[in-house]
């Protein structure tokens, strides 16, 4: 309940955050566009987001799919994967608001799941949809176990995706050695720091 309610809290202010800084928006548009020009030819869209966020991402989607005359979605599906059921929950409530709202045929399914626990039978996966993955700032957190990345990177392989979106920060937070580690997550957290400092007002 405490974690529900510090996302409630927080929502608001990681949106106005998103706004003012440059790269989250170029990363978002950045994806949405190639997300978008991947699956135009399809009747049946699946996109599978691994932390959905705020879900802003999709509903910009959600729109430019409605309003594709050439070739009309019959159906879009959206698969969230995380750990906190409510807050996906929540936002599947509200996509699919949106949907209902902009006459988009649409569904939403909540994959509550560890990512080292992943398995592909969680998905509910169709003939003839396209597939594509939105996975932003997760595989870091599986470097010190290679085969649980290898199993996740093979859940991922097998729907064949049509696209598949991969964002990571470029920074070495497993090192062995302790000075190291605390040296390249200083370096790490002051340049973001930095970065933030001269997009938004103190």
């Given at each position: 309940?405490?974690?529900?309610?510090?996302?409630?809290?927080?929502?608001?202010?990681?949106?106005?955050?998103?706004?003012?800084?440059?790269?989250?928006?170029?990363?978002?548009?950045?994806?949405?566009?190639?997300?978008?020009?991947?699956?135009?030819?399809?009747?049946?869209?699946?996109?599978?987001?691994?932390?959905?966020?705020?879900?802003?991402?999709?509903?910009?989607?959600?729109?430019?799919?409605?309003?594709h005359h050439e070739c009309p979605v019959e159906?879009?599906?959206?698969?969230?994967?995380?750990?906190?059921?409510?807050?996906?929950?929540?936002?599947?409530?509200?996509?699919?608001?949106?949907?209902?709202?902009?006459?988009?045929?649409?569904?939403?399914?909540?994959?509550?799941?560890?990512?080292?626990?992943?398995?592909?039978?969680?998905?509910?996966?169709?003939?003839?949809?396209?597939?594509?993955?939105?996975?932003?700032?997760?595989?870091?957190?599986?470097?010190?176990?290679?085969?649980?990345?290898?199993?996740?990177?093979?859940?991922?392989?097998?729907?064949?995706?049509?696209?598949?979106?991969?964002?990571?920060?470029?920074?070495?937070?497993?090192?062995?050695?302790?000075?190291?580690?605390?040296?390249?997550?200083?370096?790490?957290?002051?340049?973001l720091i930095d970065s933030m400092n001269s997009?938004?007002?103190?």
């Amino acid at each position: 309940m405490v974690e529900e309610l510090d996302n409630i809290f927080l929502e608001p202010l990681i949106m106005a955050c998103q706004q003012e800084v440059p790269f989250c928006l170029e990363t978002q548009f950045i994806s949405s566009q190639s997300i978008l020009e991947a699956v135009t030819a399809a009747k049946k869209v699946h996109l599978m987001d691994f932390e959905i966020d705020n879900g802003s991402q999709w509903t910009l989607i959600m729109e430019a799919l409605a309003v594709h005359h050439e070739c009309p979605v019959e159906h879009l599906k959206i698969t969230d994967v995380g750990t906190c059921e409510a807050t996906m929950e929540k936002m599947g409530k509200r996509l699919s608001s949106s949907a209902q709202t902009i006459n988009l045929p649409f569904s939403f399914k909540v994959v509550a799941s560890d990512l080292k626990d992943l398995k592909e039978e969680f998905f509910d996966l169709e003939a003839n949809e396209a597939v594509a993955i939105d996975l932003a700032y997760q595989l870091w957190s599986l470097l010190a176990w290679p085969n649980h990345l290898e199993a996740l990177m093979a859940v991922i392989q097998n729907p064949k995706p049509c696209f598949l979106v991969l964002k990571e920060v470029e920074v070495c937070t497993n090192a062995p050695n302790f000075l190291e580690l605390f040296k390249e997550t200083l370096l790490f957290i002051s340049g973001l720091i930095d970065s933030m400092n001269s997009c938004m007002e103190k």
